[in-house]
C-alpha cells in the first residue's frame, strides 16, 4: 500500500525505520516533516496525495479539520492518531466524506490493541459489573494534565468495547483538591444491557495504579495496565476449587516491548491495511470514536454542575 506520512510529531527515526520495515507498507514521501532524514519531503500536500493510497498522521498539530477533509476527499484513506483538534461536528463530517469516497479513516485509540482482548475471547465477555481506577502521581506542574482527556479517557473506551452495549446514563462528579481544575473524578455509566461501570482517576494519588475488573455470571477478570497482567477466575459451576477457593484461576501476562509504541504502533497499521484490503470496519474507526466523545463530552457537561474545588 503506497503510503505518505504528515507532520513529524510522534514520528521518530525509529517509528520511520519501523514503518519502512513494514512488508504491507510502500513510504512514498512526507508532508510538513522536518528533521527526518530518509524520506522524501513533498511541498505540497496535493504532490503527495496524487501519488499514494493512504496516509499516516502522527502529530496532533497536522491532524486538523481541513487536512484530514483534503485527504478524504481524494478519496485516501487516513490513520490519524490523534482527533482532538476536531469538534464533534467536524468528526461527523469527517465521516460523512469517508463515507462517499470510500475510504476508511482509523483513529489511535491504542488501548483496543491490547493482547488482553485476544486471551478474553477463549470466554463469553457479558460483564455486568465493572469497576476501572486510574490514578497517577501528585506533581505540582501537572495541573496541564486532564483528568479526562488524558487519564480517564482509556478506560471509558475499554468500558464500552467491553460492556458493548448503548449508553443509558451517565453521572459524574470532581473535586479539584490541590488545582483549580478536577483532580479527581468519579463517572458510572449504565448501559441498556444492564451492565453498570465505575470508573475514577486521580493525579494526585501516591502511587501509580492502572486496573480494570470486571464481573459477570461465573467469571470475575483483574487487568493491571501497569503489571500488564489478565487474571481470570471462572467456575463452570462444577465445584471447582477447594477450601476457600472457587473456580478456576488463570494469569496471562503482555509481553512488554521496549518501545511499547512502537509494537503498539505496529498492531495499529496492521488493523488498518487489514480493514482497507478485506473492506471490514476498522476496530478503531470513526464510529467507535464519536461513541467515545459522546460519553466524554457528557462528562465534561456533567461537571461544569458537578465540581467543586479548594479555590
Known sequence: MRTGIIGTGNLSPKVLQNLNANDTLEIIGGYDIYGIQDIEVFDSLTDLLVLVDAVIILDILSSTYDVIAQVVKYGKHVYVENLSLCSKSDVRKLDFYAYEAGAVIQVGLKQRFYNFYQDLEKYTVTPRILESSRYVKFNKKSTQLSVIDDLMLHDIDVALKLCNGDVKSIYSTAVGVYHKDPDVVNTRIEFYNGCVANLSASKISNKEVH??????????????????????????????????????????????????YVAMLQKEIMSFYQSITNNVECISGISQYLQLQSVTDKIKEQLERNFTTNA
Open 211 to 260: 486496573q480494570t475488573k470486571f464481573f459477570q455470571n461465573n467469571t470475575y477478570c483483574s487487568i493491571d495496565f501497569i503489571k500488564q497482567t489478565l487474571n481470570v477466575q471462572s467456575n463452570s459451576g462444577d465445584d471447582e476449587g477447594s477450601g476457600e477457593e472457587w473456580g478456576v484461576k488463570t494469569t496471562y501476562s503482555q509481553i512488554k516491548d521496549s518501545d511499547g
